[in-house]
């Protein structure tokens, strides 16, 4: 049995539940977190998490009686653990004994202990401790019947993103001589041929630290590349030994919410099961494309495997300025989203709201209140509905017609300074491509630029600045066979050192996007660019939109214009087009059109590619997503996500699982409200 039916099986199906920290408790309270855990159907806590310094007080003590008291009772309740490695928050004498270990700035700050997450990743007495500890910890518990899953260290990476210490700048240059084997290579690869960088041995190489203007960008790619390599090292030090010690055990690190710091495609292969901490701001009106969309990219590192919600809020978090709680029903609902997106548990970060400490005004599944809170009362209610529906658990999304492509070594390359726009955000830019979709009930998968396409009916690209010849070809070849492909602006433009390909912008897409780019012309900040287009087949009203953060002077070359510029510098030249390439079609943006005209634009590239929706014609802030069972069964999980009651049209009779009610074609959504259905023939 693979260790993820394992794991599946011993939870009987989704995972409920959330952080647990008892070392904050006096053990009276250990026991009303049972009773209250199973009242609420938890099956999961993450437990540990932080505990290094209460199961090692001292470097030579190790201290599990109390843990032994808190699995036994978790075991007795019927609840697994998820038990962390301990390692995300080294206890003050590691550092007292050892000030090394701390993690250094790009401007050679020291950051102190007192927070957590004060390590330098390359520190080999860091990785030494972390060792023991987890060692003692596999040791000890591997056996236990409360275990279920490792919980390996914390949020990898997320307060320290790279540390610029000496000891990380040695292992900086081994990597480097690793990679490139000589200096000569190096220099090449940087281009330190300018402003008199060239290395005369890897031993004058450094991170780059804060320097007079701006640090080489190629060394800025290549320390970013390190860095997720040096943390996730980190990872497999610690899963080596797990593997070691517990064979049959599943393990997993949760991943922070969508961020830059690591290369989650290179790491997925590393981890038994995704588990990913997702954190939409209810203030935000956009916070559910944008939780769906990270969920998408979850999904996919694993080619769809269902992932694990590790955390949310049950209600709001502590660390934005201001701090929304979720209002009634938005917890349910969200919750419902990460399953209908794949999610195989929904979990929160914490169980119990801590007392003390810098996260006393986050949100818990039990609050300073207690069980007799709205918040409690909502956490209960999920929990039962989620343990009367184990069916759900591993059921896969069917294959979603769209692709949108995701490169983190090329978003590395993308977020720099001297660019020809230094605002350039790629997840911003990736969610404005995503929302369109989003909002016609698009399904979606994420793939990176090089994985095999041949089944996606659109191929979306948003801005690919940075692409080697495989990667480019792979694209090339997706379109010359017959698919249909969107490509953003500043895409293909530097290779994977940040060298500019040279024979015309975008010199390994011209020939597919028929077009070449002449100059580029960003709009000031805050200002955009008229685009207009003669009522067509494409805008069958006209086009009067308007552009963003960047505008181009684009020659065609056999692509046909689809909407120009309007004003300015440009006016009368292209700014979308589209090209006819081998049985295929590609489309270009050379700038990035607001909302309204996005989502007319993909919606008549998806009609020409055949992309369907999940559900047609569901009404707007209705969303569905589908997932299916090992035994064939077909969910769609429906979600309003709007404050108005919806009337939904099926296409065919459904039975509303949460209600039990007789298979409908019409469906009246309350507002918040959340609908499971299933085929009724
Ligand atoms: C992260 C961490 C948790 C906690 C939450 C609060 O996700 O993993 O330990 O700090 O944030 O939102």
């Avoid at 919606?603 to 069972?629: F, I």
Wanted: contains cysteine.
């Amino acid at each position: 049995m693979s260790r993820i039916d394992r794991l599946r099986r011993l939870l009987g199906g989704l995972a409920y539940g959330g952080d647990y920290n008892p070392e904050q408790w006096p053990e009276e309270v250990h026991a009303e977190d049972v009773k209250l855990m199973r009242e609420a159907e938890v099956n999961l806590v993450s437990l540990g998490i932080f505990s290094w310094a209460a199961v090692q007080p001292e470097p030579g003590r190790f201290e599990f009686a109390w843990l032994d008291r808190i699995m036994d009772m978790l075991a007795d309740g019927g609840v697994r653990a998820c038990l962390a490695t301990m390692t995300a928050s080294p206890p003050p004498w590691l550092s007292a004994l050892h000030p090394e270990v701390l993690p250094e700035r790009a401007d050679g700050t020291r950051l102190w202990p007192g927070a957590r997450q004060h390590y330098c990743p390359s520190s080999p007495v860091y990785r030494e401790h972390a060792a023991r500890l987890v060692r003692a910890v596999a040791g000890r518990y591997g056996g236990h019947p409360a275990l279920a899953l490792w919980h390996v260290g914390n949020e990898f990476g997320c307060h320290v993103r790279a540390c610029y210490c000496d000891v990380s700048a040695e292992a900086f240059r081994r990597w480097l001589r690793d990679r490139y084997g000589d200096v000569g290579t190096l220099n090449d690869a940087w281009s330190t041929a300018f402003w008199s960088q060239r290395y005369a041995s890897f031993e004058e190489v450094l991170p780059p630290r804060t320097a007079p203007t701006f640090p080489n960008p190629a060394q800025q790619v290549d320390f970013a590349r390190f860095g997720s390599e040096e943390i996730l090292a980190c990872y497999l030090a610690e899963k080596a030994i797990l593997d070691e010690v517990t064979p049959e055990v599943p393990a997993t690190t949760n991943f922070v919410p969508l961020a830059r710091t690591l290369d989650l495609f290179a790491w997925a292969p590393h981890l038994d099961v995704v588990s990913y901490d997702s954190y939409p701001d209810p203030h935000d009106p956009l916070a559910a494309p944008r939780a769906a969309m990270s969920y998408d990219v979850m999904r996919s590192l694993r080619g769809g495997q269902p992932f694990l919600l590790m955390e949310q809020a049950p209600g709001a978090v502590n660390w934005r300025a201001r701090n929304a709680p979720k209002p009634r029903g938005v917890m349910r609902l969200w919750s419902w989203q990460a399953v209908a997106h794949g999610a195989d548990a929904v979990m929160f970060f914490q169980w119990r709201q801590s007392r003390g400490g810098a996260e006393k005004y986050h949100s818990a599944m039990v609050p300073h209140g207690g069980a007799a809170t709205r918040g409690f009362q909502e956490v209960r209610a999920l929990g039962r509905e989620l343990a009367d529906r184990p069916g759900l658990a591993g059921a896969r999304a069917p294959r979603a017609d769209v692709a949108i492509v995701l490169d983190w070594q090329s978003w590395w390359g993308l977020e720099q300074e001297a660019r020809p726009n230094a605002d350039l955000r790629l997840d911003e830019l990736l969610f404005s491509h995503y929302l369109p979709l989003y909002q016609d009930n698009v399904a979606c998968d994420v793939v990176r630029p090089g994985d095999d396409l041949s089944g996606y009916r659109l191929v979306v690209v948003p801005n690919l600045y940075m692409v080697g010849g495989h990667d480019a070809a792979n694209l090339e070849r997706y379109v010359e066979g017959g698919g249909t492909l969107l490509m953003s602006f500043f895409s293909g433009i530097a290779d994977p050192c940040d060298r500019v390909h040279l024979g015309g912008y975008p010199a390994p897409f011209r020939r597919m996007l028929g077009l070449r780019v002449e100059e580029f012309w960003p709009p000031a900040r805050d200002a955009g660019v008229a685009l207009s287009a003669e009522p067509g087949e494409v805008w069958p009203e006209g086009l009067a939109g308007h552009g963003s953060l960047w505008a181009e002077e684009i020659v065609p070359e056999g692509a046909a214009t689809v909407a120009s510029f309007a004003e300015g510098e440009l006016a009368g030249l292209p700014a979308v087009t589209r090209h006819a390439f081998g049985r295929g079609a590609a489309w270009y943006l050379g700038t990035l059109p607001d909302p309204g005209t996005m989502r007319k634009l993909l919606r008549h590239v998806g009609r020409e590619a055949g992309v369907r929706p999940v559900l047609p014609g569901l009404p707007d802030g209705v969303q569905a997503r589908a997932r299916r069972s090992a035994d064939g069964t077909l969910w769609y999980v429906l979600l309003n996500h709007s404050a108005e009651e919806a009337d939904v049209a099926l296409p065919e009779p459904m039975r509303d699982d949460l209600t039990g009610a007789d298979p409908l074609d019409r469906l009246r959504l309350a507002p918040r409200g959340v609908a499971l259905l299933r085929p009724a023939g």
